[in-house]
Structure formats: C-alpha cells, structure tokens
C-alpha cells in the first residue's frame, strides 16, 4: 500500500494532528493510501534515547533515526510539522515532566563530574537544538506562497505598523572579532577525516573532535567570536539604549545554534545585569544557576540559595533592571523581558515581527516604543538594518500589491552554513584551536583565549550543485529573478560563490536573470522590487535560508506558516514542511486556558496536497492525484470563504477550520468527473457533511471558553487530547462511513 508519513510533533502543531490526522486517514484510504504515525517529539526522542532505563511498557521506537533512514529512500514521503527545537530550560521542563509521569530519567547535568553523568549528558546533547532538520532533511527546500494564498493576503491584508523617518530603531553588530570576520574556510581536494583539536601555550594538545569524516569537494570552515570583545560590544550597547531611550532587546537562535547562542545570550544577561554577577556570580554558579538559562531560570532557582544570598540577588536584579535601560518584552502583562529564557526571541521571527510593528517591540508599561535589534554577530544582522532603512525611507510595506519572495534554501545533508552542535566549543584556556587533515597538516587555525566560542561547519559538495540545480528549475519555471545572497568578501561565501558559477554551467541558463549578490546588496534588490509587485527568488545557505523565510513570508503574510514548503530529496523521495511553529506556545496556553487552539493548519493542507501529488506521480496512484487536485481547490475555498482559526474564544478555532477543509475537500471530489466511484462515495459525505454544518458547529464551539487538562505539556495523555480535539461526535461518525 502506498504510504504517507505525518510526523506527530509538539505544542500546537501536535494538538492539530489530533484533530486533523482522522480527516487525512479518512480521505486517504479512498485511494488505498495509508497515512502512518512517527512521533518525533521532544519528549518522544528524549524516551527514545534512555529506551535501557525504562519498562518494557514505556520503551518507545527511535522514530527519528528511522525517519532519517527513510528520508534516503526513493519511497519517503514525510509530512513534517514543526517540533521543538530545545532549549536548555526547554529540555529540563520536559525531562521534569517526564519524572513527574513515572519514567526513570536521569536529570540534565549542567556540570557533569562522574561517568554517568557525563554520558546522560551527552545523550540529552542529541536531542538540544535543532535536532531533527539535519536528520530528516536529505535534500534542499523549495519554500514559497502559493498562488491562492498570495491572492487571499492581497484580498484581506494583516495590519502593518505605520513608519516614519524620525525612527529611532536601529540593529547593533559587532563588525569584528565575531564570528563572521574571523571565519576562514578551505574546500577539501579529496575524502579525508579531519580532527579538531586545542595546542595550549606549552605545546600540548587535547582533541576537541576526535574523527570528522569529509568528502571530496566539502567546504569546511572554522571561526571565533572572542569573548572580551563581545563584552565590550554589549557593554555599550546597554549603555546606548539608556542614553537614547530604547528598549534593549537582544536576538539569537538559541535553538538551532544550541551552544553556540546560549553563551553569547549569558554574555547578554551579564551585560545587563553586570553588579548581579559582579556580586554573586560564584554564588549562583555554585547552585547551578547559569545566565545562558536566563533570568527565569535564576529566578525560579532562587530557593538553591542561602537566605541572605537570595535576598542579595533579587535587590540587585530589580537594581538592575531600575538603573538599566527599559528591556523589551516577551509578555509585559506576565513581567516576561527579553532576557528571561533564550528560547523566547528567536531572531528569524522575532525581528520581522518588529519590523511589522513599526520598528516597535513592547515595553515595561505595556506600550510600543522605538528599539535597539542587538545581533552580535555580523554574519546577517545587515539584512535587517537594510530593511529598516527601507521603511525608514518609504513606509511600511503594503501587503495588497508587494511582491513574493520565495526561497530556494540550501540545507541537504545537514549543509551548515555556520556551526553548533558537536562542532562548537566554549575555549577553557589560552591557546589554539586548529583544523588538521590525517596527514597532520593544520588547515585552519585560531589564536583563543579563555571564553572565547569557536565553531566548524561543513558543506558537503553534492547538496551545493543539487541546490544550484533547484535554484535554475524554479528561476526557469517561474521566470522570476534568482538571487543567491553570498559575499566574496566572506570567506565561506567566497567558495560557495566559486561553485555557483561552476556548477551554473551545467545548466541552461539563457534567458534566466541569475544574480550573485551581497546579502545586504540583496535585501536592497529585493525590496525595491516587492514595492514595485514584482517577484524575486532568493537563493540562500542554510541559516540565512531559516531568515529569509521568516521574514519575507511574516511580511507578505503576516506569518510563515502559511507558506508551501517542499523538498525534494536527493535520492527521489519527498519531504514537506509544514510551516513556522514559533507561536506555537502561545497557542497552547490559550488552549489549556480557554480550550480554544488558534494553531493554522493551512500549512498542513498545502503540504498534504503536494505530498499526495508526489505520491501519484512516484507509484502512479490515479486517486492520489485527484485526491491532490481536489485538496487544492478546497484549500482555495477554505481562504475565500475565511474559515481560518479565529484568535477569540467563541468562534471558529482550529477544529473548525479542520471541519470546513473537511466539507470543502468532500463537495470537490463528489464534483470531480475523473473517477465516478470516488464521486458516489464522496457525494455521500459532502450531503452529510453539509446537511450537519449546525450540529458540528455547535459541537466543536460548545467546549470552548472553559479550562482543558490533557495531562502534560510536552508528553500529554493521548486519550485526553483525542477527547479534547475531537469533541464533535457527528463529524466521527461521518468520517467513520470512509472508513467502512
């Protein structure tokens, strides 16, 4: 039979799939498709992982290593919606979560002293960060608007802040000693397997890395952000927005760069609270209370503490923030800033929200006001002045005539466009990190110091050429414009610059306007042309890749996960991407709170379309394309007719909307002429389904306005979700005749 693979994820994304996944199965089997399960979550690859320290009762599959096996494979057809990208504080919660349901988990060990310590460390260090994109992604992303969803922002636009000249708002970036202007890159002649390792002041060596495996071809690059730099920069930086009048606000990826970010982001809190830890900094070191965790996690540490030392450290947080410039907010009305977990502000979302706002982001008092964009490294932080200097001079954007602008991301086989993960290092001591070959030859080197962060990367060559090949199919099927943004002057940009035009050459490019351009040059490009309507690709590594795609689409659209991700992977399979998730905690809250999930699944719908599509022209399955066709087209009449999630409890919410997709998809394939037999069954449904609009309605408003327990956070009771998700006994027993 013939296999789709929905991925069941975390926060609202997973609470969706309860609701939307007996839909899908329902419609799918009509075709003889069966549509399977892997969950994929944080509290699911954290089980996965410590599968010898449980019962036989709580062992569950490590779905995600059989995911990446798959993804390899001609058959893949994975369907994959957002999942948490952990953050410390994040793992922690649900490692807590976990104990508190009766698993043997050991606790995430913040300084690792024995041998059982260390190897829990390391465990819970594969399931941080972005863990599961590198494994799943075995080909380049193709991410853009589809036509309907376009048409419908430019038919029923989202607020966009007004702009004026006399802002304020402003980006701060290092420039030097980062990350970008200390980066050195070599491309590798031939297979090798590179070690990584540090030669102190007195000659000796200690390997960081034992055994780093490299194809010929690869690019690889090393760099250093050093420590005292970072904290002159952020020094000043506090002071600028107090001497100025602005909210201090700091964006990082502490996510997917999970050790890299969250050292600069404890830098940050130190900055800012510089008496705290001028202080008391051996004091809450001692009681495993780290600034990368950020103030909530000091706060809610605080019992750790002696009385007077506890007492101590609250007076000097509220100095702190009294003498300090007024920090920006995460939830003003919750007293939550922008320094309390380093997963709050991710940069790729948080800055185009600003940028819709005005420039603004929130303040203390509840207001907006004008803000200092702190990004310490340079690598991209000019995108953003670009932009801001765009609104400054011509307005907000207007999403009822701007352009598109898709993307064509370069991410194959974990591509790294600049390190974390096993490859990122805090440098304990004075001395040298070097890059050598297993000849012993040193390609790459730095002079560190103690604090300093180094980091390597690596890109292998077969996703670069696969990535020049997407970008040059999509420039020539949709005639727009393709703009690689890479800059010669750095020194990963310089080699990747040099494949482009190498590997341009095995193409027909007559005709096709193919740019090479700085990213900041670039964002200029761009711009001008959204404000004219017209339409340009960009054309970009892995985390610019995660950037561009937040910020173009949150600007035409108002959000990212509207957009139509796919991926095509190298070895013929399909992987489809279902949107952003960065709201997806706020979404829970209102959820637990009032039972209403604002989550759109409209990413979902589009992704499902495509992946039935692949699904047709790989097995040749007829109904699957029909299936395909018909979804696409009732996705279409989900937007007209706005039956998108409503943000108030009450109205249509996420359920909902499920419902209409349902009835829409239903009334398609009874209409369509390409298959009678389909038409027949499903003319039954869509009868039932419209002659039971009211008593469905009412079914799934009914439950809404009232608290909702499903047990947990990151692991919930299955049964409580399904019962809170599926409220509606009518829509059940419809869907049940498909499945008869």
């Not at 900041?520 to 711009?527: D, H, I, Q, Y």
């Not at 990151?714 to 027993?733: C, G, I």
Request: aromatic share 6%; glycine share 8%; hydrophobic share 40%.
């Amino acid at each position: 039979m013939a296999k789709i693979i929905y991925t069941h994820t975390d926060e609202a994304p997973m609470l969706a799939t309860y609701s939307f996944l007996p839909i899908v199965e329902a419609f799918a089997s009509t075709a003889g498709v069966d549509v399977e399960t892997r969950d994929i979550s944080l509290s699911g690859r954290i089980l996965a992982l410590f599968a010898d320290r449980l019962t036989e009762e709580q062992q569950v599959p490590d779905a995600l290593a059989e995911l990446g096996a798959l993804a390899k494979t001609p058959e893949a057809n994975i369907i994959k919606l957002p999942n948490i990208s952990a953050s410390i504080p994040q793992l922690k919660a649900a490692i807590a979560e976990l104990q508190g349901q009766g698993y043997a988990l050991p606790d995430y060990p913040d300084a690792p002293s024995t041998e059982e310590e260390k190897e829990a460390r390391a465990r819970y260090d594969k399931v941080k960060g972005s863990a599961v994109n590198p494994v799943l992604r075995e080909g380049n992303s193709d991410r853009r608007a589809p036509a309907s969803v376009k048409n419908f922002a430019r038919q029923n636009p989202h607020s966009m802040g007004a702009w004026t000249p006399e802002s304020k708002t402003r980006v701060a970036s290092m420039g030097a000693d980062d990350f970008r202007s200390n980066e050195k890159s070599v491309v590798l002649e031939a297979e090798d397997t590179l070690r990584i390792q540090f030669v102190d002041a007195d000659g000796a060596t200690t390997v960081l890395k034992e055994s780093v495996p490299v194809l010929a071809g690869e690019v690889v690059d090393g760099t250093v952000m050093r420590a005292a730099a970072l904290d002159g920069f952020l020094e000043a930086q506090v002071a600028l927005a107090k001497q100025e009048d602005l909210l201090f606000s700091v964006h990082l990826k502490a996510t997917m760069m999970k050790v890299s970010d969250p050292i600069i982001f404890g830098h940050v809190v130190k900055a800012f609270l510089p008496e705290l830890f001028a202080t008391y900094g051996d004091q809450l070191a001692a009681a495993g209370l780290s600034p990368s965790n950020g103030l909530a996690s000091i706060l809610g540490g605080l019992d750790k503490l002696p009385a007077d030392v506890r007492d101590g450290v609250k007076a000097a947080i509220e100095k702190g923030m009294a003498e300090g410039p007024k920090l920006a907010m995460v939830d003003s009305d919750r007293g939550i800033t922008n320094l309390h977990v380093p997963s709050d502000v991710i940069v790729d979302a948080s800055m185009p929200a600003m940028i819709r706002s005005s420039g603004h982001m929130w303040g203390p008092d509840g207001s907006e006001a004008d803000t200092l964009a702190v990004i310490p490294d340079s690598s991209y932080a000019g995108i953003y002045t670009a932009v801001l200097d765009d609104c400054r001079a011509n307005g907000a954007f207007d999403p009822t005539t701007m352009g598109t602008v898709p993307n064509v991301g370069l991410m194959a086989q974990a591509a790294e466009e600049y390190g974390s993960h096993d490859k990122t290092f805090e440098i304990q001591d004075a001395g040298t990190v070097q890059v050598v070959n297993s000849e012993g030859a040193v390609l790459i080197e730095h002079e560190v110091q103690p604090g300093d962060i180094w980091r390597a990367c690596q890109t292998k060559d077969a996703p670069i050429r696969d990535w020049v090949k997407l970008a040059v199919t999509r420039a020539r099927a949709s005639g727009m414009p393709a703009v690689f943004w890479l800059d010669e002057s750095r020194a990963h940009d310089a080699n990747l610059i040099a494949k482009v035009r190498e590997y341009l050459g095995e193409h027909d490019t007559e005709g096709l306007q193919l740019e090479i351009l700085t990213p900041e040059k670039a964002t200029a490009f761009t711009l001008e042309r959204i404000r004219r309507g017209e339409d340009t690709i960009s054309v970009s590594g892995n985390v610019l890749r995660d950037y561009l795609t937040d910020l173009f689409p949150i600007l035409e659209l108002g959000t990212s996960a509207k957009m139509l991700s796919v991926v095509p992977l190298m070895n013929g399979g399909g992987l489809f991407e279902t949107g952003a998730g960065g709201s997806a905690p706020k979404h829970v809250q209102q959820f637990l709170k009032e039972n209403h999930l604002r989550w759109d699944s409209l990413g979902e719908f589009l992704a499902l379309a495509v992946s039935f599509e692949h699904l047709a022209v790989s097995t040749g399955n007829a109904r699957a394309q029909i299936l395909a066709d018909t979804l696409d087209r009732a996705t279409g009449t989900f937007l007209l007719e706005n039956k998108s999630p409503s943000r108030r409890v009450g109205e249509i919410d996420n359920r909902g909307s499920h419902f209409y997709l349902a009835r829409y998809w239903a009334q398609e394939l009874a209409q369509q002429t390409e298959d009678t037999e389909l038409a027949q069954a499903f003319s039954v449904v869509a009868e039932a389904l419209a002659s039971n609009e009211d008593t469905i309605v009412a079914e799934l408003l009914a439950v809404q306005g009232s608290p909702v327990d499903i047990a947990g956070y990151y692991h919930p009771d299955v049964t409580k979700v399904a019962s809170a998700m599926r409220p509606s006994q009518k829509l059940q027993e419809v869907l049940a005749v498909l499945a008869a």
